[in-house]
């Protein structure tokens, strides 16, 4: 089984600035793509950012300009930077794995960590 948490999450507010971190943990998997999604309470999950295993990263629109997402140099650590936060950035913020264990494709969810932007 492979473990993924989140962590970093709190009360900031706004323009303020937030690090969350995401590691993954277990045996006998490899990590192909690293994401962030979020779930504010009443709406359904969006994705926010992606790191992929080669290196390359997306964004929604919402954030680009604001977020950053990078990986640790062991590859199974995560980080989402996370600047300028406005109140619609208030949710839960889930990492998500995609990777390949027991040579098959599967994924984890991490059980998310809470983001509120509030004065």
């Known amino acids: 089984q492979v473990e993924v948490v989140e962590s970093g999450g709190g009360l900031v507010q706004p323009g303020g600035s937030l690090r969350l971190s995401c590691v993954a943990s277990?045996?006998?998997?490899?990590?192909?793509?690293m994401d962030w999604y979020r779930q504010a309470p009443g709406k359904q999950r969006e994705f926010v950012a992606s790191?992929?295993?080669?290196?390359?990263?997306n964004y929604s629109d919402s954030v680009r300009t604001r977020f950053t997402i990078s990986r640790a140099n062991d590859k199974n650590t995560v980080y989402l930077q996370m600047n300028s936060l406005i109140p619609e950035d208030t949710a839960v913020y889930y990492c998500?794995?995609?990777?390949?264990?027991?040579?098959?494709?599967?994924?984890?969810w991490g059980q998310g960590t809470q983001v509120t932007v509030s004065s």
């Open positions: 998500h794995a995609r990777l390949r264990v027991e040579g098959r494709w599967s994924d984890a």
């Open positions: 277990g045996s006998g998997f490899h990590i192909f793509a």
């Open positions: 790191v992929t295993n080669i290196g390359s990263s």
